[in-house]
T-cell receptor, first 114, second 112 residues
């Protein structure tokens, strides 16, 4: 039973660049949520994708965008990177059927913006 | 006021101690509640869901009080391996899907 996977594990970018992070959900899951976790803080909800559409969004600017593919995998895109975007980016998957919202997390992508 | 607030910690306890974590949430329409555990530089891992009737899993007991908008986690007979950050998680949403709010986490150190 494959768990949630994310790539890459680490990434270094400079201010102003753009980045794409990838996530494959746990086998059988169809909903993907993305989070940003700064050092010493709890994860902050960015957005959630289901059926290839964004259906919930946290308080993040439009520089943060995403996509979900028919196979349920997802991407997080961040444009015009700022130093403050340096964080651990976590992907979590869940299953819509049965209205269960228990989430399982991937290992994360650690993004450093210089 | 933060949407989800936890004890700031850290908690330093000896092995075998009982430790309790508290969490409050501000949105009375919140739908589901969880405790996650996060080890240093790792992803959060589900510890347990929290129900109004209370639920127990071995040494861990979680409780929800909807009237007071309060969630608790009790760890009995602490082990060295329990050292981690414990995250209180609250889910809520409008039509379709849910939005997840994490507390800042409470760090636990269990010492021999």
């Amino acid at each position: 039973d494959a768990g949630v996977t994310q790539s890459p594990t680490h990434l270094i970018k400079t201010r102003g660049q753009q980045v794409t992070l990838r996530c494959s959900p746990k086998s059988g899951h169809d909903t993907v949520s993305w989070y940003q976790q700064a050092l010493g803080q709890g994860p902050q909800f960015i957005f959630q994708y289901y059926e290839e559409e964004e259906r919930q969004r946290g308080n993040f600017p439009d520089r943060f965008s995403g996509h979900q593919y028919p196979n349920y995998s997802s991407e997080l895109n961040v444009n015009a990177l700022l130093l403050g975007d340096s964080a651990l980016y976590l992907c979590a998957s869940s299953l819509e059927v049965g209205n269960t919202d228990t989430q399982y997390f991937g290992p994360g992508t650690r993004l450093t913006v210089l | 006021r933060k949407e989800v607030e936890q004890d700031p910690g850290p908690f330093n306890v000896p092995e075998g101690a009982t430790v309790a974590f508290n969490c409050t949430y501000s949105n009375s329409a919140s739908q589901s509640f969880f405790w996650y555990r996060q080890d240093c530089r790792k992803e959060p891992k589900l510890l347990m869901s929290v129900y109004s009737s209370g639920n127990e899993d071995g040494r861990f007991t979680a409780q929800l009080n909807r009237a007071s908008q309060y969630i608790s986690l009790l760890i009995r007979d602490s082990k060295l391996s329990d050292s981690a950050t414990y995250l209180c998680v609250v889910n809520g949403g409008n039509t379709g899907g849910f939005k997840t709010i994490f507390g800042a986490g409470t760090r636990l150190f269990v010492k021999a």
